[in-house]
Nanobody
Framework: QVQLVESGGELVQAGGSLRLSCAASGRTFSIYTMSWFRQAPGKSREFVAGILWRGIGTSYADSVKGRFTISRDNAKNTVYLQMNSLKPDDTAVYFC?????????????????WGQGTQVTVSS
C-alpha cells in the first residue's frame, strides 16, 4: 500500500502562484511514476503533469505547459506542482497519484494509489 497526502491548495487570484505538495509513505519502493490530476465540478478527471520517480522524465498537459512545473524530492518522498500564472479555468480539486508502471501515463486507470485531493480556487 502507498499512502498519498496532498497539501497547498487554497484560494488565489488570477495571475497568482501556488505550490502543491504530495507526500508519499508506505511501499514507496513500488512507485515508478507520480502524477497530478485535477477534477472540476461536472467534469471528468484530467491529467495535469507527471514525473518519473526514478530517472529523468516529465510530461505535461497542453493546457498547463509553460505555467506549471512538476518536481520531486526522493529523500522526502514528495512530489511538487508549482503553478504560475493561474487562471480561473485552473479551479479544481487536484489529486496526486502513483503508478508502478515505468512510463508516464495520462489515463487515471493506470494509477494504483490516489490522495484525497486539495482544492485550488482561482478567482477572476
Amino acid at each position: 500500500q502507498v499512502q498519498l497526502v496532498e497539501s497547498g491548495g487554497e484560494l488565489v487570484q488570477a495571475g497568482g502562484s501556488l505550490r502543491l505538495s504530495c507526500a508519499a509513505s508506505g511501499r514507496t519502493f513500488s512507485i515508478y511514476t507520480m502524477s497530478w490530476f485535477r477534477q472540476a465540478p461536472g467534469k471528468s478527471r484530467e491529467f495535469v503533469a507527471g514525473i518519473l520517480w526514478r530517472g529523468i522524465g516529465t510530461s505535461y498537459a497542453d493546457s498547463v505547459k509553460g505555467r506549471f512545473t512538476i518536481s520531486r524530492d526522493n529523500a522526502k518522498n514528495t512530489v511538487y506542482l508549482q503553478m504560475n500564472s493561474l487562471k480561473p479555468d485552473d479551479t479544481a480539486v487536484y489529486f496526486c497519484a502513483s503508478s508502478s508502471r515505468r512510463w508516464i501515463n495520462s489515463a487515471p486507470d493506470e494509477y494504483d494509489y490516489w490522495g484525497q485531493g486539495t482544492q485550488v480556487t482561482v478567482s477572476s
